[in-house]
């Protein structure tokens, strides 16, 4: 069974860091493109960042670039999502999810909710920024 299990989260005061993880097991995760995406209250699901794991391309959403950085450890697999500089408007469940292949990636810019092209989620893990 294909499984990805966040962790990470917490509460942290703005202008604060934190380390998200994403560890993946039942498939072979070198081959995928791992992509993180959050929600908030009230609000619609919307997309983070997207790595590819064997050729390292990324994406970031606007609203997080130069805070928030995402990396893969393959031995691991781990994707990391470093946040930092958080902000109160970035309080939100963080989900990871998968997708086979680099394409997603390349595509992120045009994907939209609900699934953002992604083929599989784990549950979540909540990040809560105080002001």
């Known amino acids: 069974e294909r499984q990805l299990v966040e962790s990470g989260g917490g509460l942290v005061e703005a202008g604060g860091s934190l380390r998200l993880s994403c560890t993946g097991s039942?498939?072979?995760?070198?081959?995928?493109?791992i992509g993180w995406f959050r929600q908030a209250p009230g609000k619609e699901r919307e997309k983070v960042s997207c790595i590819s794991n064997s050729e390292g391309l990324t994406y970031y959403a606007d609203s997080v670039k130069g805070r928030f950085t995402t990396a893969t450890d393959n031995a691991k697999n781990t994707v990391y999502l470093q946040m930092n500089d958080l902000k109160p408007e970035d309080t939100a469940v963080y989900y990871c999810?998968?997708?086979?292949?680099?394409?997603?990636?390349?595509?992120?810019?045009?994907?939209?909710?609900?699934?953002?092209?992604?083929?599989?989620w784990g549950k979540g893990t909540l990040v809560t920024v105080s002001s």
């Open positions: 039942g498939f072979t995760f070198v081959h995928y493109s």
């Open positions: 999810a998968a997708a086979a292949g680099m394409t997603t990636v390349q595509a992120m810019p045009v994907m939209g909710p609900p699934q953002f092209g992604m083929d599989f």
